[in-house]
C-alpha cells in the first residue's frame, strides 16, 4: 500500500505578462536534485497552451498545461481536479504552479490551502517575478493584477535585469521596499537565475509547524519591517510560526524614541468591519496605524498617516496583522487594547 501523500512542498511563480516566469521554472528546474520527481503545472489565458510545448517531459518531471482561463477563477475546479490527479497519479517530491500573468493569485491561495489538499501541499513560497522597466508604464504599475500579485508575494525576483537601466533597477527596489507587508527578499535573477535554495529555505520552518499539529504549515512565515514613515527605524520581524486561531502574538519593539506594538492573528479569524474601524479610529491622533485584516468583507488594508486613514481591498491572505508606532510613552495599554480588538472577532474568536 503506498505511503500516504503528506506535506508535499509547493512554490507559486506568478508576474504579470512577459517577465519570464518560464524561463525562471527552466533555471530551477536544472537545479533539481537527482532522485526527486517534480510536477510543474502551467496556466495560460490564452485557449491554445503555449508555455507548456517549452518543456521537455520526463520521468523524473510531469509539465500539465491548463490553458483557456484563469486558475484563480475560471479553471479553479478544473485545477484542483487536475492536480488530484497528478499527485496520486505521479506522487512528485515538489510543485511548482505558474498561473497566467493576467490572474490574481488569491483564490488559487485558497484553494492549495483548502481542505481538499489539507495535510498533502505546503504552499512553502510565492514568489513574483518583475521586470524593473515595466514601472516605467503607468498602465503596469497601476494594474491590479500587477500589484496584488507583487504584494501577495513572499519573495521578488528582478528578472530582464540585463536590459535594464541601473536607474530602472535602483527604482524597481525602492518601489518594492515601500511595499507593505515587506517583502522577505529581493533578489536579481539576470536570465531567470535563481537559486533554488532560496525557495526551499523556508520548508524547515514549515515542517516544523505541521509536526506541531497547527493549521499554519500552511503558511509560510513573512518578515513584517517596515522603515516607512520612520526615519530609518527597522521594525522587528515576526519570524514565529503563526497563531492559533483566537489566540493573537503579540510584538513590541523599540528604536530611536519610538515605539512599536503589533499584533498577528491567525487568518482564519475574522474582524468585524465596522468594530473594528470604530476600535482602530479610537486610538490617538498622532499615532501610526496600519493594518491587514481578514474581515467580514473581505481582505482590507488599514492605513492611517497623519491623521488621514484609507481603507483598501488587500491581496494578502496569509495572517491579520496590526502596527502602532509612536513616540517613547505614547502608545495605548497593550493588554486592554488586545481586549478590545479581541472584542472586534466574529464567531467562536471572538465577542458576540
Known amino acids: 500500500m503506498p505511503t500516504p501523500l503528506a506535506h508535499i512542498p509547493v512554490h507559486l511563480i506568478t508576474g504579470f505578462l512577459g517577465s519570464g516566469k518560464s524561463t525562471l521554472i527552466h533555471r530551477l528546474i536544472e537545479q533539481k536534485p537527482a532522485g526527486e520527481r517534480w510536477t510543474v503545472l502551467i496556466n495560460e489565458f490564452g485557449q491554445v497552451g503555449i508555455d507548456q510545448a517549452m518543456f521537455e517531459e520526463r ?6 498545461g491548463l490553458p483557456g482561463g484563469c486558475l484563480c477563477c475560471q479553471l479553479a475546479f478544473v485545477m484542483q481536479a487536475t492536480l488530484v490527479n497528478l499527485l496520486h497519479r505521479h506522487r512528485p517530491d515538489r510543485v511548482i504552479i505558474e498561473p497566467s500573468g493576467l490572474g490574481h493569485p488569491a483564490g488559487l491561495l485558497e484553494v492549495l490551502r483548502g481542505e481538499a489538499f489539507a495535510e498533502v501541499l505546503d504552499v512553502c513560497s510565492v514568489v513574483a517575478l518583475l521586470d524593473p522597466r515595466r514601472l516605467d508604464e503607468t498602465r503596469a504599475r497601476e494594474h491590479e493584477t500587477f500589484r496584488d500579485q507583487l504584494a ?22 525602492e518601489w518594492l521596499e515601500q511595499l507593505w507587508p515587506a517583502k522577505g ?102 499615532l501610526r496605524v496600519k493594518g491587514v485584516f481578514h474581515t467580514d468583507a473581505g481582505w482590507k488594508l488599514y492605513n492611517r498617516t497623519e491623521g488621514a486613514v484609507s481603507l483598501t481591498d488587500s491581496a494578502w ?23 478590545l480588538l479581541q472584542g472586534c472577532l466574529t464567531g467562536p474568536a471572538g465577542s458576540p
Open 317 to 339: 491572505r496569509r495572517d491579520s496583522r496590526l502596527e502602532i508606532i509612536g513616540e517613547v510613552g505614547g502608545l495605548p495599554d497593550p493588554e486592554a487594547l488586545e481586549v
Open 185 to 286: 527578499w529581493i533578489l536579481e535573477a539576470p536570465g531567470g537565475e535563481l537559486p533554488l535554495a532560496r525557495l526551499t529555505a523556508g520548508e524547515r520552518e514549515v515542517s516544523l509547524q505541521a509536526a506541531a499539529g497547527s493549521d499554519a504549515h500552511r503558511y509560510l512565515r513573512q518578515a513584517a519591517d517596515d522603515a516607512r514613515g520612520m526615519k530609518g527605524v527597522v521594525l522587528e520581524a515576526f519570524a514565529e510560526a503563526l497563531p492559533e486561531p483566537g489566540r493573537p502574538r503579540r510584538e513590541v519593539g523599540s528604536a530611536l524614541d519610538h515605539e512599536t506594538l503589533g499584533w498577528r492573528w491567525h487568518p482564519h479569524d475574522v474582524f468585524d468591519l465596522d468594530r473594528l474601524g470604530e476600535r482602530l479610529g479610537g486610538l490617538p491622533g498622532p
Open 152 to 173: 501577495m508575494a513572499d519573495g521578488v525576483a528582478l528578472t530582464m535585469t540585463d536590459l535594464a537601466t541601473p536607474a530602472q533597477l535602483a527604482a524597481a527596489r
Open 59 to 64: 520521468d523524473d518531471l510531469v509539465i500539465k
